[in-house]
């Protein structure tokens, strides 16, 4: 069993940046592919980032490339997104998930999310 909890969030000006932190306990988080989701007032959940296992390898949805950042701290067993220029549209509650299936972008844990606003 995983429990994770974001934490970063909050309100910024466009062209700002934001780092948020997602800690999980229970198992170590390199057992797992890491991700980040985000939802934004009436829209569908979608992917942001995610990290296999290694860390060597990191993907982007392409709205974010380029801007965010998906980190590790093996250490702290939590995961970052480093967020940066952001835009009014990045505006969303922020998810962190774990046990990530690539394919399907099905998680077998989540966080229960931190809430992102950019101003323009």
């Known amino acids: 069993q995983v429990q994770l909890v974001e934490s970063g969030g909050g309100l910024v000006q466009a062209g700002g940046s934001l780092r948020l932190s997602c800690a999980a306990s229970g198992r170590t988080f390199s057992s797992y592919v890491m991700g980040w989701f985000r939802q934004a007032p009436g829209k569908e959940r979608e992917f942001v980032a995610y990290m296999d296992r290694s860390g060597r390898i990191r993907e982007y949805a392409d709205p974010v490339k380029g801007r965010f950042t998906i980190l590790r701290d093996t250490v702290k067993n939590t995961v970052y997104l480093q967020m940066n220029s952001l835009k009014p549209e990045d505006t969303a509650v922020y998810y962190c998930?774990?046990?990530?299936?690539?394919?399907?972008?099905?998680?077998?844990?989540w966080g229960k999310g931190t809430l992102v606003t950019v101003s323009s």
């Open positions: 998930a774990a046990a990530l299936n690539i394919a399907t972008m099905r998680a077998d844990y």
